[in-house]
T-cell receptor
Framework: DAKTTQPNSMESNEEEPVHLPCNHSTISGTDYIHWYRQLPSQGPEYVIHGLTSNVNNRMASLAIAEDRKSSTLILHRATLRDAAVYYCILRDWEYSGGGADGLTFGKGTHLIIQP | NAGVTQTPKFRILKIGQSMTLQCAQDMNHNYMYWYRQDPGMGLKLIYYSVGAGITDKGEVPNGYNVSRSTTEDFPLRLELAAPSQTSVYFC????????????FGNGTRLTVT
């Protein structure tokens, strides 16, 4: 079963902020929240990750709810180059004789940027 | 800085043929992964490795085999290719399990006819 839930698609205008939501209501205390994006015909690219506190880097900001059951990836000023599929995953390791439940990506959110 | 390198970029196989997808990383990462991505879908984990000599199954391991004889290389073997294995295959590596980014290669697009 998917550990995260994201909208299938979102649309935004160029040069405006974008807030991409992710629900992870069954998150455990040791799960890190990771975000990746995938441009067409490329491999996924790391964006940001965090555990409890909000995080910022040169690409984006990650806002984590106080109960950690949801998070939001914030692109402060979207450009056409930000059009991609964005994946929210929980990095968790459940080593119980095989399988790595926390390493599967769902379908993600297809972000469309209008000029 | 090469990162994760996958070869070949494209390949067409006939049903029943075998092949090895190559993956190499130059970041001295212990953890390596193989994913497949079907059209319009997310990535599914095939196999992973936590270090040289140690591998384990992911979500969709049937029809594939892996080995990890060195830290740098993590080849994926397809035996008796089937049309259901038509997909894009991505290799990734990471420094730690929880708290470091996954670094992905650019993928191998495989078609089985």
């Amino acid at each position: 079963d998917a550990k995260t839930t994201q909208p299938n698609s979102m649309e935004s205008n160029e040069e405006e902020p974008v807030h991409l939501p992710c629900n992870h209501s069954t998150i455990s205390g040791t799960d890190y929240i990771h975000w990746y994006r995938q441009l067409p015909s490329q491999g996924p690219e790391y964006v940001i990750h965090g555990l409890t506190s909000n995080v910022n880097n040169r690409m984006a900001s990650l806002a984590i709810a106080e109960d950690r059951k949801s998070s939001t990836l914030i692109l402060h000023r979207a450009t056409l180059r930000d059009a991609a599929v964005y994946y929210c995953i929980l990095r968790d390791w459940e080593y119980s004789g095989g399988g790595a439940d926390g390493l599967t990506f769902g379908k993600g959110t297809h972000l469309i940027i209008q000029p | 800085n090469a990162g994760v390198t996958q070869t070949p970029k494209f390949r067409i196989l006939k049903i029943g043929q075998s092949m090895t997808l190559q993956c190499a990383q130059d970041m001295n990462h212990n953890y390596m992964y193989w994913y497949r991505q079907d059209p319009g879908m997310g990535l599914k984990l095939i196999y992973y490795s936590v270090g040289a000599g140690i591998t384990d199954k992911g979500e969709v391991p049937n029809g594939y085999n892996v080995s990890r004889s060195t830290t740098e290389d993590f080849p994926l073997r397809l035996e008796l290719a089937a049309p259901s294995q038509t997909s894009v295959y991505f290799c990734a590596s990471s420094l730690t399990l929880y708290n470091s980014p996954l670094h992905f290669g650019n993928g191998t697009r495989l078609t089985v006819t």
